[in-house]
């Protein structure tokens, strides 16, 4: 079996930690690690599938004469396009977690239960990007039931966790938690979100858009539509909310005029989806969380519920950490797909 040489940019960074440790759980077949960093981190030390290795500095010069197949970019979009080129031009098919070309027609935006067919067109471009966290979350729920019944409109909130900000959004609530039991929340830093997070909820991920929506809100928009080849009208609400780790998203769903939602029977078709499950037993009160979906692989889905007044409607709560389901996983699955369609 081919054993592949793996770059990992962001390799210190929420994200980048998280592909070594989904890489060593799924024994990725690794001949050699690349991690790189800022030069802030170049000489610390991580450890995959048992070996150690070094963080090197990015530099554009780095990935030459190292036979890297594969670069994994979560270090944040401007240096995914300044960097991404030198990884392909040196031969590696770079999968790239950013925003930053998620929307190029060229370029395969790839949830691998979803659209695995697309990662053949990485050629073109030498690169595949991985969709917005909330966004791989909901497409693994909305595909299902657009297999089933065909969707019209789907109208989200989400309740994302801090940890979509990366190591310094998980520490900056901490950080406000323990100043808030110390009597001193209002000296507390406010950096890595607009306002204070800690015991808040802060309706705005991302940067204001001329329409009155978010980037976070319009990226849910367009990638959902990418990844699906389809034409669903989408509404988004994106909330940040003082939780370490996994999003939760409210979510109603419109199918076609015509379709009286049966309710088992959208239920058995999420339960039967690549990795989701379904937690919904109201009474009993279970239904997924932040605390069941952290640390895992799978996309929960629970308060399945037709709506009071239409029948072509329906409601449910999904949640998925988005460390993994929502980056680290959904990476290292396309590349285990690129391996197959490679070899
Ligand atoms: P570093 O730790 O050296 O700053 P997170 O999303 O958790 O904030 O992590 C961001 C990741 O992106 C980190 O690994 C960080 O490395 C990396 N990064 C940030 N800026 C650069 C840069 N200019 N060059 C290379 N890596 C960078």
Redesign the pocket.
């Known amino acids: 079996m081919k054993k592949y040489n793996v770059a990992v940019?962001?390799?210190?960074?929420?994200?980048?930690e998280e592909i070594f440790r989904v890489l060593e759980e799924v024994k990725f077949p690794i001949n050699d690690i690349l991690p790189?960093?800022?030069?802030?981190?170049?000489g610390e030390e991580i450890e995959c599938q048992g070996e150690v290795y070094r963080?090197e500095?990015?530099t554009p010069e780095v990935f030459e004469g190292r036979d890297i197949d594969i670069a994994f970019f979560?270090?944040?979009g401007s240096?995914s396009a300044k960097?991404a080129q030198y990884a392909v031009e040196a031969g590696a098919v770079v999968i790239d977690n950013t925003s930053h070309f998620r929307m190029d027609p060229k370029i395969p935006l790839v949830v691998p239960e979803v659209n695995p067919e697309d990662i053949k067109l990485w050629e073109e471009t030498g690169i595949i990007a991985n969709p917005n966290c909330s966004t791989i979350q909901m497409v693994h729920l909305l595909k299902p039931l657009h297999d089933l019944y065909g969707i019209k409109r789907v109208d989200v909130s989400t309740y994302q966790a801090v940890s979509g900000?990366?190591?310094?959004?998980m520490e900056e609530l901490v950080m406000q938690m323990q100043a808030f039991f110390n009597f001193s929340l209002d000296q507390a830093k406010v950096e890595a979100f607009a306002h204070r997070i800690a015991l808040n909820v802060i309706p705005q991920i991302d940067v204001a858009q001329p329409n009155g929506y978010t980037k976070e809100e319009m990226k849910m928009v367009n990638e959902t539509n990418k990844i699906m080849h389809s034409n669903i009208a989408v509404s988004a609400t994106c909330v940040r909310v003082p939780v370490l780790r996994s999003h939760s998203e409210s979510i109603t769903i419109t199918f076609e005029e015509n379709v009286d939602v049966d309710v088992q029977k959208a239920r058995e078709a999420l339960a039967a989806f690549e990795n989701v499950v379904v937690i919904d037993n109201l009474e009993k009160g279970e239904y997924p969380m932040p605390t069941i979906a952290t640390d895992t692989d799978e996309t929960y889905v629970g308060r399945i519920r037709k709506d009071l007044f239409a029948k072509n409607m329906l409601h449910l709560w999904g949640v998925a950490d988005q460390v993994r389901v929502g980056a680290a996983t959904n990476a290292v699955r396309i590349a285990q797909k690129w391996i197959k369609l490679e070899h």
């Open positions: 940019v962001g390799a210190s960074g929420a994200v980048g790189l960093a800022s030069a802030r981190s170049a963080i500095e990015l979560s270090a944040g240096i960097y900000a990366g190591k310094k959004g």
